[in-house]
T-cell receptor, first 114, second 116 residues
Framework: DAGVIQSPRHEVTEMGQEVTLRCKPI?????LFWYRQTMMRGLELLIY????????DSGMPEDRFSAKMPNASFSTLKIQPSEPRDSAVYFC????????????FGDGTRLSIL | AQKVTQAQTEISVVEKEDVTLDCVYE???????LFWYKQPPSGELVFLIR??????QNEISGRYSWNFQKSTSSFNFTITASQVVDSAVYFC?????????????FGRGTQLTVWP
């Protein structure tokens, strides 16, 4: 079984540029989560979807961040315009329905904003 | 409110030593689920174990064992005869069972370094 697939693995771009991170969840999973990991704040949940519908985006830091899930097999996290403080590792995870279901994580995208 | 505390920021041991990673949680839910994840130097997050609040039986999987104690709200993780490959950041996490949404609340993680 293929796991959660994220792209790109690494992204380096200049401040002010638009950044798009992509995620393909595990087939059949109902939930998709976007996290950000930094040394200062640890793992933060940004937003999650259930059956392609955003459920809770309270973790999205500001209006510069947006996420979409146009279908069950694809999601994007966009930052526009990007800032140096957005530098972090961004993880996508997916899971089956139910609080007892483990989330399965992608390998992450290491984002550096210069 | 949900909270997971991993008080040990970093632990260093020498290979073959046993090591215990502590996890203390807070929740008002009577049903909840606890998880451990491993993040090796390569960066991915790997699911290790899930435990529900009704099952206090300890679990052993090879060199790994987990001790769940509701009385102290703890879910500790022990590695027996540690190996260099165990070096990683280990995260404890909680999901309240009152919701079907499966939101995970993570601790800050414990960096384990196993020296040869």
């Amino acid at each position: 079984d293929a796991g959660v697939i994220q792209s790109p693995r690494h992204e380096v771009t200049e401040m002010g540029q638009e950044v798009t991170l992509r995620c393909k969840p595990i087939s059949g999973h109902d939930y998709l989560f976007w996290y950000r990991q930094t040394m200062m704040r640890g793992l933060e949940l940004l937003i999650y979807f259930n059956n392609n519908v955003p459920i809770d985006d309270s973790g999205m830091p500001e209006d510069r961040f947006s996420a979409k899930m146009p279908n069950a097999s694809f999601s994007t996290l966009k930052i526009q315009p990007s800032e140096p403080r957005d530098s972090a590792v961004y993880f996508c995870a997916s899971s089956l329905a139910g609080p007892n279901q483990p989330q399965h994580f992608g390998d992450g995208t290491r984002l550096s904003i210069l | 409110a949900q909270k997971v505390t991993q008080a040990q920021t970093e632990i260093s041991v020498v290979e073959k030593e046993d090591v215990t990673l502590d996890c203390v949680y807070e929740t008002r839910d009577t049903t909840y689920y606890l998880f451990w994840y491993k993040q090796p130097p390569s960066g991915e997050l790997v699911f290790l174990i899930r435990r529900n609040s009704f099952d206090e039986q300890n679990e052993i999987s090879g060199r790994y064992s987990w001790n769940f104690q509701k009385s102290t709200s703890s879910f500790n993780f022990t590695i027996t005869a540690s190996q260099v490959v165990d070096s990683a950041v280990y995260f404890c996490a909680l999901t309240p069972g009152g919701s079907t949404l499966g939101r995970l609340y993570f601790g800050r993680g414990t960096q384990l370094t196993v020296w040869p």
